[in-house]
Nanobody, 125 residues
């Protein structure tokens, strides 16, 4: 079983910074894409940023230039550094990982989509 555990959310004033982290644990072969999604109150979930195993990144237009996603493959951990935070960045931030399971005998592993429990980020004006 693979689990994602997030940490680092909290309350911050507009213009401030925060870093959230997400670590994967359990038994698996590798992790492909890792990402951060967020859900603001009353809104649908949206992709904030993602990063593949080679380090290529992708950002939502609303966070480009302010947020930085990174990962430590040795620690199976993804980070999201958030600068110049705005009240509209408020929401629950969810970690996502596409995990390749271990092969079993002659049966190749398969990809699983795993989600964290979410961490609340609140930006006050």
């Amino acid at each position: 079983q693979v689990q994602l555990v997030e940490s680092g959310g909290g309350l911050v004033q507009a213009g401030g910074s925060l870093r959230v982290s997400c670590s994967a644990s359990g038994s698996f072969f590798s992790i492909n894409t890792m990402a951060w999604y967020r859900q603001a109150p009353g809104k649908q979930s949206e992709l904030v940023a993602d990063i593949n195993s080679a380090g290529s990144t992708n950002y939502a237009d609303s966070v480009k230039g302010r947020f930085t996603i990174s990962r430590d493959n040795a620690k199976n951990t993804v980070y999201l550094r958030m600068n110049s935070l705005k009240p509209e960045d408020t929401g629950v931030y969810y970690c996502y990982a596409e995990v390749l399971t271990n092969s079993v005998g002659d049966v190749a592993g398969s990809y699983l989509e795993v989600w964290g429990q979410g961490t609340l980020v609140t930006v006050s004006s």
